[in-house]
């Protein structure tokens, strides 16, 4: 009986509208940067309709952005539970984000391989799980086979094509990543992962009227700039002690 009073409860319209309305604000929330807010809303949403899978994987992401990797880990899970197919994907992708934070890589791996199986053709997850094994399990050969893997999958994947450039210059090959961070540029101008990573490179090498280029364009048009502005702070003040 408690059970089949849930399930009508959850189907009912008020709360489906109640559920619908507090979803609404914790989107608004979430894209204003409150994200303690939205996650109360996000909580709402699941109190009223505790099968409202969008609010559980929001959750998910909003805790994430809160630096709450457990209880985002909590909120995935469910999320996860809660669907199958590329929702469910989804839901892991994120759990693996989750489980990295918290050292757990094991975990991250296993919850990118099952998206990879639930989603064979997204080449998102191939990418994670690449970084995965670069960064943080010490495996560049299994991170060059999912570089690989996504690009096969889509040959205009700018962060599968950055992250062969990483494993370039890990090796010290800096004529090789530089040429493939610079594709990475041309398949997405707009993003400034490329050439930030580019800037970095140029000035290690000493070509700063280059690497200024770069930076210039992310302060000006990228999506965060905050980082481009710092070091294009930085050059400035090392050119100036340099004239000293």
Same mark, same amino acid.
């Given at each position: 009986?408690?059970?089949?009073?849930?399930?009508?409860?959850?189907?009912?319209?008020?709360?489906?509208?109640?559920?619908?309305?507090?979803?609404?604000?914790?989107?608004?929330?979430? +894209?204003?940067?409150?994200? +303690?807010?939205?996650?109360?809303?996000?909580?709402?949403?699941?109190?009223?309709?505790?099968?409202?899978?969008?609010?559980?994987?929001?959750?998910?992401?909003?805790?994430?952005?809160?630096?709450?990797?457990?209880?985002?880990?909590?909120?995935?899970?469910?999320?996860?539970?809660?669907?199958?197919?590329? +929702?469910?994907?989804?839901?892991?992708?994120?759990?693996?984000?989750?489980?990295?934070?918290?050292?757990?890589?094991?975990?991250?791996?296993?919850?990118?391989?099952?998206?990879?199986?639930?989603?064979?053709?997204?080449?998102?997850?191939?990418?994670?799980?690449?970084?995965?094994?670069?960064?943080?399990?010490?495996?560049?050969?299994?991170?060059?086979?999912?570089?690989?893997?996504?690009?096969?999958?889509?040959?205009?994947?700018?962060?599968?094509?950055?992250?062969?450039?990483?494993?370039?210059?890990?090796?010290?090959?800096?004529?090789?990543?530089?040429?493939?961070?610079?594709?990475?540029?041309?398949?997405?101008?707009?993003?400034?992962?490329?050439?930030?990573?580019?800037?970095?490179?140029?000035?290690?090498?000493?070509?700063?009227?280059?690497?200024?280029?770069?930076?210039?364009?992310?302060?000006?048009?990228?999506?965060?700039?905050?980082?481009?502005?710092?070091?294009?702070?930085?050059?400035?003040?090392?050119?100036?002690?340099?004239?000293?």
């Amino acid at each position: 009986p408690g059970a089949a009073a849930a399930a009508a409860d959850d189907s009912s319209p008020p709360a489906a509208a109640g559920a619908r309305e507090a979803f609404a604000e914790g989107l608004e929330l979430q +894209r204003t940067g409150d994200a +303690r807010a939205a996650a109360s809303s996000y909580r709402r949403a699941l109190e009223l309709r505790p099968t409202f899978w969008e609010a559980a994987f929001n959750l998910g992401t909003v805790l994430l952005e809160d630096g709450r990797p457990q209880d985002a880990a909590a909120a995935l899970t469910e999320a996860a539970r809660m669907a199958g197919g590329e +929702r469910r994907a989804r839901a892991l992708q994120g759990l693996a984000t989750a489980w990295s934070r918290l050292g757990r890589f094991s975990d991250a791996e296993r919850s990118l391989q099952e998206a990879i199986n639930l989603s064979p053709a997204d080449p998102k997850p191939r990418v994670s799980l690449a970084r995965l094994y670069r960064a943080n399990m010490s495996r560049p050969s299994d991170a060059l086979r999912m570089y690989r893997e996504a690009i096969r999958l889509d040959e205009r994947n700018a962060a599968a094509w950055i992250g062969l450039a990483e494993l370039r210059l890990d090796r010290g090959d800096t004529l090789e990543a530089e040429r493939l961070l610079e594709r990475a540029v041309a398949l997405d101008p707009a993003g400034g992962e490329a050439r930030l990573a580019l800037a970095q490179l140029l000035s290690q090498r000493g070509e700063t009227t280059r690497a200024r280029e770069h930076l210039t364009w992310v302060a000006e048009h990228g999506e965060n700039p905050a980082e481009a502005l710092f070091r294009l702070g930085r050059m400035d003040y090392g050119q100036q002690q340099y004239r000293q």
